[in-house]
Every structure is written in C-alpha cells, then in structure tokens.
C-alpha cells in the first residue's frame, strides 16, 4: 500500500492551506481513490475488484488469490450466546435455545478483506473450538455439522450498509465508511440451519 505525503507537505508543496488539503484529501477519500488509516495517514486505494455471489468463500476464490500473495484468518471470538435476534428472527429457534457466534477478520497480505459474523446453532453442530475457526467456514461445516449438508440451499441478501465503530475497528476504515455487506442463511429443506454475514469494504469491491 502507498502512503501519500502529509497534509504539512502538501501545503509546502503547492503552497495552499491547510484547509485546502484536507478537503481534497476528503474528496478524493469520499471518490474511493485514497483511505485513511487512523494514526498513520492517508494511503491510495487498490482498484475495486468484483465479488462474485457463487463464491463467497475468500479461499476458494480464485481473484482473491491473485491479488493477495497471502490471505489469513484472525479469530476475534467464539462464544455461546443466548437470547439474539438472530436466532429468533432468522433462525427460528427459542431465545433460550444456545447457538455459537464466531467472529473472525480475514486479511490479505496483512489487509483486512473481509469481516465476518457467523451464528452456527448448538443443536445442529458437535462441538466447536476457536483454535479450528481458522479454516473456512466450508471445512467448520464439513466437520461439525450434523446433518445432511450435500441438501444445503442458500439465501442471499446484499445490502450497502455504513460501518459502526466495531466494524470499522475490524476492517480499518473511517467509521461511516460504505461497505458491501452479504447476509447468508443456509436451508436443509424450509429449515435454517446457519446465518452468515461477510462485510467488505466498499472502496475495495463492487
């Protein structure tokens, strides 16, 4: 990634004010030609890439790969939860009824790509450790799952959503910033069997 000059050396280059390279700074940010990363300065954007909805696996995404010589999973956390929306609203399940929520970041080349918010009910999986929440979310399933998973059909819903502190946090963007936002409830038959939701960037992909 390209760090651009300070906003001190800018001024003393074209001779402008401060002001003035603050506000292109903020245009060329709000166009998605530059970023800023809180504490260290502004840097150029790569060019948007496409996200294809038939691969939302990053490792098995062939473009990904070419771009990044080196993708990694950061585990943020795996826990119990009881009593979400999520598994009431979209999982059908009762609030008492206890579902695993894993969160996890996963990088390119020390980037962030791509943060992920995954509900895995109790019931439909053995047990699961945050030590195997590493791999994809394909081999977490393979492993785990306690039913039929060759009978899966998908629910996909894109959205264009701003990022919250958290997420922004985790994908090191201003908050406020536009992301691509994929939510993925899986089917075995008229049953919902997990919940997903992957958060990109907006700047990074179309």
């Not at 280059?13 to 401060?18: I, L, N, P």
């Not at 030609?33 to 909805?53: D, E, H, N, T, W």
């Not at 390119?108 to 994809?136: A, H, N, R, W």
């Amino acid at each position: 990634e390209q760090m651009i000059p300070t906003e001190r050396e800018l001024t003393d280059e074209f001779g402008v004010t401060r002001n003035t390279v603050r506000r292109a700074i903020d245009e060329l940010i709000s166009d998605g030609y530059l970023y800023r990363k809180p504490g260290s300065g502004a840097f150029v954007c790569s060019q948007p890439i496409p996200r294809s909805m038939q691969r939302l696996s990053i490792n098995r995404d062939r473009e990904m790969h070419k771009r990044y010589k080196k993708i990694t999973v950061h585990v943020l956390n795996l826990e119990v939860v009881t009593g979400t929306d999520i598994q009431t609203d979209i999982l059908g399940l009762k609030s008492s009824a206890k579902v695993y929520h894993l969160q996890r970041v996963q990088y390119g080349d020390g980037k962030p790509i791509v943060y992920e918010s995954i509900y895995l009910p109790f019931m439909y999986f053995s047990k699961i450790t945050k030590e195997e929440c590493g791999v994809s979310v394909e081999e977490i399933i393979a492993k785990h799952a306690q039913f039929d998973t060759s009978r899966r059909r998908r629910k996909i819903v894109v959205e264009a959503k701003e990022s919250t502190k958290n997420t922004s946090s985790y994908l090191e963007v201003p908050i406020r910033t536009a992301l691509l936002k994929l939510k993925i409830t899986v089917f075995v038959g008229k049953v919902p069997y997990y919940y997903g939701s992957a958060s990109y960037p907006g700047h990074s992909y179309t």
